[in-house]
């Protein structure tokens, strides 16, 4: 089963996605735990992440949009199948959704372009589950704000962020099977209860099966 992590910078996703890790290594459950871009099993990722998110490099919107599906596509090839084969649960912290936010419509490149251009790289490997943690960009600034030093996303200015939090209510409405929507202003303890019973129903809905 494949379940991804979506929202804003600042909405709390990697704190939720800890939990709910030592929750499901308790479980036994066997899972791999995994992150876009620039995934921690795979070297080549690690400096990919460092070509995209340095602040000092200037990157065409467009090259942007193929760097982040370059290191999607030897992601799902070296890590994300391999691990579904093996019948693994992989959590993923962001994936094919952030393109089309950020690149579709935070850089205006479109999400029906950027959809395409993952289209060749996922091959119809959509998540079983999406879980979009929801904050406004107002709200998620001040989080941001409060970290530092920032990246070059991060950076990328208020209507960058304000047209991604759209982008992201686009794609719930496009695809309303696969998200599931968390109240991420809630406290944390609250917001991962929250994540953790989505993923305990999907994982049994599939056993159901
Ligand atoms: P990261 O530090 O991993 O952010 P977070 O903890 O919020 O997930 O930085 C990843 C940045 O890259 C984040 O600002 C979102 C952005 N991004 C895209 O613009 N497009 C993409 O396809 C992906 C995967 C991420």
């Known amino acids: 089963m494949f379940i991804t992590f979506e929202g804003p910078d600042g909405s709390g996703k990697s704190t939720a996605i800890k939990s709910l890790s030592d929750f499901l290594s308790k479980e036994g459950i ?13 070297q080549a990722s690690k400096k990919i992440r460092e070509i995209i998110l340095n602040n000092n490099h200037k990157i065409p919107d467009m090259t942007e949009a193929f760097l982040y599906a370059a290191d999607r596509k030897m992601h799902l090839d070296t890590v994300i199948l391999p691990a579904l084969s093996e019948g693994k649960v992989v ?15 935070g850089r205006k490149l479109g ?22 943690f929801d904050i406004s960009p107002e709200q998620s600034k001040i989080r941001v704000d409060d970290r530092a030093p ?18 992201y209510l686009k794609l719930i409405k496009m695809f309303p099977k696969r998200f599931k929507v968390v ?6 303890k609250e ?4 994540v953790k019973n989505l993923v305990v129903d999907k994982i049994e809905s599939l056993k159901e099966k």
């Not at 066997?30 to 795979?42: C, K, M, W």
């Not at 959590?91 to 419509?105: H, I, K, N, P, T």
């Not at 991060?154 to 962020?161: K, N, S, T, V």
């Not at 109240?183 to 944390?188: F, N």
């Open 91 to 105: 959590l993923c912290d962001r994936f094919v959704d952030s393109s089309m936010a950020y690149q579709g419509e």
């Open 191 to 194: 917001v991962f209860e929250d």
């Open 30 to 42: 066997d899972f791999l735990l995994t992150r876009e871009p620039g995934n921690p099993h795979n």
């Open 111 to 132: 999400i029906d372009t950027v959809r395409k251009i993952n289209e060749i790289v996922i091959e119809g490997k959509y998540p079983d589950l999406t879980i979009f």
């Open 150 to 167: 920032k990246d070059r996303l991060e950076l990328a200015g208020e209507d960058f962020h304000q047209r991604v939090y759209q982008g």
């Open 183 to 188: 109240d991420a202003t809630k406290s944390r």
